[in-house]
């Protein structure tokens, strides 16, 4: 653990480093190509970052907010658009904004604050799943087919929440949700587009969609380049969580979670193209059920199966109980000296 530490300070130090050189010097070049290549190094040094960790919960943190988040943020600043722009008002901001996955919220919304029991409800179901998984041999496989998906949604949610809330009161401003309740969703749309990693789909529309949409329609028809826009956005999604296996397993990659984005491209992009053309709906809770019960299936098929095989949750689970056996024993010895 204490090697963990040491490198987790080496790593974090280097990228705030490295975020400081491009506060300072690319923001000063004019945008475009060669604000792009002044980054670009730092882009490579982020990529690089995670390997140096062997605990998942490092590598697969370093790996989303560094490797993926930081550079998308960087590459889109190079050319005056994302989340980085207007300019933060400082240096620490900055660092912030590029590092962390936040986003500032330009338009608050009160209608966006769930109430407190929510989050708390969340947090409590969460910790009961954590002692669920000791059981997981005992359970029937049916059971198990929603407890994958609904670990990652919790941990995710209810983490990156306390995340938010706290820099809320350091930076003294409003950030955007990661979620909004996505087991809401009622299409394949709904759920990517407006539930689902907030964070994360407000870089790929600029970083992805956008660009290769508007290349395809000089060639294309309108609804072909937005197909192709959509299945480039889940083409890459998937590539990005295959680098982030890589980074957890140091494994060859199996392209499974490539298939889901891809098989998830296809459907939604289907979706929109019947929407337009024709005019029918659902009941909101037959939607609902559908399109919860599509996602938890190819889920179970195509995305946590590298999940289980590599014991990902139980590794976390015991890199936690080491990190607290480690400042327990901190605490005790810095008590009794």
């Known amino acids: 653990m204490e090697e963990e530490l040491k490198s ?33 190094p730092v882009c490579v040094l982020f990529l690089v970052l ?5 605990f998942t919960i490092f590598s697969s943190t370093t790996a989303f907010c560094l490797s993926i988040l930081a550079n998308f943020k960087l590459i889109l600043f190079a050319f005056d658009k994302g989340p980085l ?27 966006n604050h769930l109430p407190k029991w929510v989050f708390f409800s969340k947090a409590a179901i969460f910790g009961v799943l954590l002692n669920v998984h000791n059981y997981k041999s005992l359970l029937p496989p049916i059971l198990l087919l929603g407890l994958y998906p609904l670990h990652l949604y919790l941990v995710l949610d209810v983490l990156l929440t306390i995340v938010n ?19 809401l969703a009622t299409s394949l749309q709904d759920f990517w587009g407006h ?52 980074y957890i397993n140091r494994e060859k990659p199996t392209l499974e979670v490539t298939w889901f984005f891809v098989l998830h491209g296809v459907c939604t992009a289907m979706e929109i193209a019947v ?7 659902l009941s909101p809770m037959l939607s609902r059920l559908i399109t919860v019960g599509f996602l938890v299936v190819t889920g179970y ?19 936690a109980s080491l990190f607290i056996d480690f400042v327990k024993r901190k605490v005790f010895n810095y008590t009794v000296s």
């Open 8 to 40: 987790f300070v080496k790593v974090w130090g280097s990228a705030i480093i490295s975020v400081s050189y491009c506060y300072y010097i690319p923001s000063k070049i004019k945008r475009g190509v060669h604000r792009l290549l002044s980054v670009l």
């Open 50 to 54: 995670p390997l140096f960790f062997v």
């Open 85 to 111: 722009l207007p300019l933060p008002t400082n240096l620490f901001r900055f660092i912030c904004f590029t590092c962390l996955p936040i986003k500032l919220q330009k338009k608050p919304n009160s209608q």
């Open 165 to 183: 809330a706290l820099l809320t009161i350091i930076l003294g401003c409003d950030l955007e949700p990661h979620f909004n309740e996505p087991y």
């Open 195 to 246: 539930r689902w990693n907030l964070m994360v789909s407000a870089i790929y529309r600029p970083g992805v969609y956008s660009p290769v949409r508007s290349v395809c329609q000089h060639q294309m028809r309108s609804d072909w380049a937005r197909f192709m826009g959509c299945m480039t956005t889940f083409f890459v999604s998937g590539l990005i969580h295959e680098l982030v296996y890589f």
């Open 275 to 281: 929407k337009r053309k024709m005019q029918w709906s």
């Open 301 to 319: 098929l195509l995305f946590f199966g590298q999940i289980e095989r590599s014991n990902m949750l139980e590794r976390r689970a015991n890199e």
